[in-house]
């Protein structure tokens, strides 16, 4: 089992950026897909972002494509997402997750068996 603890979130004003960081325990992070999702109030859960095992590929949806940036280090066990030029409509909890039943980044959150707690986020207009 694997869990993951976020951190990072705030209140910040349209334009400027904050990087999340989820830390996840156990020995074997490496094994896991490792995704990022965002939940607005009164909203469906919304993919962000997925990375590979070793970091090399990546996906995003066309929403924050070239705004968003996910990356990981698996010597420090934990996944970041850089997000610059925020706007008010990224305000949103924001989820971290974890599959290692699946071989590829994925969009969909059926494909996650752990998360974390969340962590808000907040941009002002």
């Known amino acids: 089992q694997v869990q993951l603890v976020e951190s990072g979130g705030g209140l910040v004003q349209a334009g400027e950026s904050l990087r999340l960081s989820c830390a996840a325990s156990g020995r074997t992070f490496s094994s896991y897909i490792m995704g990022w999702f965002r939940q607005a109030p009164g909203k469906e859960r919304e993919f962000v972002a997925s990375i590979s095992r070793s970091g090399g590929n990546t996906i995003y949806p066309d929403s924050v494509k070239g705004r968003f940036t996910i990356s990981r280090d698996n010597a420090k066990n934990t996944v970041f997402l850089q997000m610059n030029s925020l706007t008010p409509e990224d305000t949103a909890v924001y989820y971290c997750?974890?599959?290692?039943?699946?071989?590829?980044?994925?969009?969909?959150?059926?494909?996650?068996?752990?998360w974390g707690q969340g962590t808000q986020v907040t941009v002002s207009s």
């Open positions: 997750a974890a599959s290692d039943r699946i071989f590829v980044p994925n969009r969909s959150p059926t494909a996650y068996d752990h």
